[in-house]
């Protein structure tokens, strides 16, 4: 029964968004010159402005980097700045949960599945977000996923047990030993909030 309907939930979809396509279709044969002459045009002058006079100005001055945007945003240069670096930060955490937690593949074809797991995988992220700003060293706290695996998550190391206790020896030539004793440190002297 419920198959049933799933399949005729499917067609009026199909259906719509072949209606949809027709039309855009239609709408862009009929107005061509008007829907991509104008990107185009757009596309070079921006290129042959920004890309030939400008940017072999952009860069590195002086020590300093200095980056240009165009805007219609009425906005203070600080603000604007604000805002823009700010975009490019969720960028940056994208890219972050596409790769490092396995967020651009989608496992499963259900829905319910997929939405499950892509909850569990904003839990990690943010739980990793908490350790950091809680337990690695402050140089370290904007460090991503890879780099905490290589620095803190994957240490080369033994586990002996001397007189019936669990310890770890890192080896030697382990060479961010000191960070992860420091994180171990600020870890044990976290205390439960409740």
């Not at 490019?88 to 994208?94: F, G, H, T």
């Not at 990793?128 to 991503?144: D, E, G, S």
Request: aromatic residues 12%; hydrophobic residues 45%.
């Amino acid at each position: 029964m419920s198959s049933t309907r799933n399949l005729s939930r499917l067609r009026e979809n199909l259906i719509g968004l072949q209606t949809i396509v027709n039309r855009e279709i239609v709408r862009v044969t009929r107005i061509w010159v008007q829907t991509l002459v104008p990107p185009v045009i757009q596309m070079t002058l921006y290129f042959m402005i920004f890309g030939s006079l400008i940017g072999s100005r952009v860069g590195q001055m002086g020590g300093y980097s200095y980056q240009a945007w165009v805007t219609n945003l009425p906005l203070q240069p600080l603000n604007l700045w604000r805002f823009y670096n700010q975009r490019a930060r969720a960028e940056l955490i994208i890219r972050e949960l596409k790769y490092a937690y396995a967020l651009g593949k989608i496992p499963t074809r259900d829905f319910q599945a997929n939405e499950a797991f892509f909850q569990v995988v904003l839990l990690a992220y943010n739980l990793l977000n908490w350790f950091k700003r809680l337990c690695v060293p402050p140089h370290l706290q904007r460090a991503t996923l890879q780099r905490l695996r290589q620095r803190l998550f994957v240490v080369p190391a033994q586990l002996v047990r001397p007189d019936g206790v669990p310890t770890l020896h890192l080896a030697p030539s382990y060479p961010w030993a000191s960070d992860f004793m420091e994180t171990l440190k600020r870890t044990r002297r976290l205390r439960p909030p409740f």
